[in-house]
Nanobody, 124 residues
């Protein structure tokens, strides 16, 4: 069993920035492809970004492209989501997860370990 812990959420004004962090409990973190998802009230969980174990491949959703950057530091056992130019529609609970290795990396049901989530609220 792998436990994931997200941090870095909070309240920010439109146009502001936040950096989310995700730290898995298992030391084999560097072998996992991982992703970020978010879920707003009344909406389904949606894909935000994904990164391969070596960081050589990343993919971000069109809705956040050019504003959000996913990265990882395997030496620190941590994955990040840098969020810039935040908009009110980015308000959601953000989750990190580990990809199962099967199916599309864009689909949440293909991820088998999840963190508890961190709230991001963009409001003036």
């Amino acid at each position: 069993q792998v436990q994931l812990v997200e941090s870095g959420g909070g309240l920010v004004q439109p146009g502001g920035s936040l950096r989310l962090s995700c730290a898995p409990s298992r030391r084999t973190f560097s072998t996992y492809t991982m992703g970020w998802f978010r879920q707003a009230p009344g909406k389904e969980r949606e894909f935000v970004a994904t990164i391969t174990w070596g960081g050589g491949y990343t993919n971000v959703a069109d809705s956040v492209s050019g504003r959000f950057t996913i990265s990882r530091d395997n030496a620190k056992n941590t994955m990040y989501l840098q969020m810039n130019s935040l908009k009110p529609e980015d308000t959601a609970v953000y989750y990190c997860a580990i990809y199962s290795g099967w199916g599309s990396v864009l689909a949440s049901n293909n991820y088998h370990y999840w963190g508890q989530g961190t709230q991001v609220t963009v409001s003036s």
